[in-house]
């Protein structure tokens, strides 16, 4: 069975900072893989997905985020930290095998605070 | 707006109580998916619908919990006799056949007192 691991429930960066977020997953297959934000008390926003292709994948409000097998993971990363991206935010995985219903297992998510 | 709705955004219920919460999805979504959310934790899956047809249920689905999407468009959630466990956030997301992502609604936060 499939399953994410995000490495940190809580992190906490200087606005203007790097930020890094960790995922994990454990798949005998390679999954499409995906970052979601949620703000409180609202629904998740895709930043990213990979499917296939280029292993660094670039999405919204400045994160990119690298797909490496050989560690199995998905780390989300975004250069400089600003305020407005304190959130939570989930990695998520869904089988590519044939039939995939895209059904998506998710990780327990991390928090991300800026601090001015 | 054409992203996903879910009605009401809020509910408080008295254990015991049957609730149903309504979905609409992106209109030419024909893929549609239930998850619950609890305080601190990742969605959990519940159940996906292709069109009207229910493909896949979660073990987490009670018997309590029943799912609908009548022709194909919108999708109700029905939890009947609701416990004080049942209290999270109920997501609801569509996404196309051949889209490898799916669009999230804004939810319906649950609560069982």
């Known amino acids: 069975a499939q399953s994410v691991t995000q490495l940190g429930s809580h992190v906490s960066v200087s606005e203007g900072a790097l930020v890094l977020l960790r995922c994990n997953y454990s798949?005998?297959?390679?999954?499409?893989l995906f970052w979601y934000v949620q703000y409180p008390n609202q629904g998740l926003q895709l930043l990213l997905k990979y499917t296939t292709g280029a292993t660094l994948v670039k999405g919204i409000n400045g994160f990119e985020a690298e797909f490496k097998k050989s560690e199995t993971s998905f780390h989300l990363t975004k250069p400089s930290a600003h305020m407005s991206d304190a959130a939570e935010y989930f990695c998520?995985?869904?089988?590519?095998?044939?039939?995939?219903?895209?059904?998506?297992?998710f990780g327990q998510g991390t928090t991300l605070q800026v601090k001015p | 707006d054409t992203g996903v709705s879910q009605n009401p955004r809020h509910k408080i219920t008295k254990r015991g109580q049957n609730v149903t919460f309504r979905c609409d999805p992106i209109s030419e979504h024909n893929r549609l998916y239930w998850y619950r959310q609890t305080l601190g934790q990742g969605p959990e899956f519940l159940t996906y619908f292709q069109n009207e047809a229910q493909l896949e249920k979660s073990r987490l689905l009670s018997d309590r919990f029943s799912a609908e999407r009548p022709k194909g468009s919108f999708s109700t959630l029905e939890i009947q006799r609701t416990e004080q466990g049942d209290s999270a956030m109920y997501l609801c997301a569509s996404s196309a056949q051949t889209a490898t992502e799916a669009f999230f609604g804004q939810g319906t936060r649950l609560t069982v007192v």
């Open positions: 798949s005998s297959v390679p999954p499409y």
């Open positions: 998520a995985v869904s089988p590519p095998t044939s039939g995939n219903t895209g059904k998506l297992i």
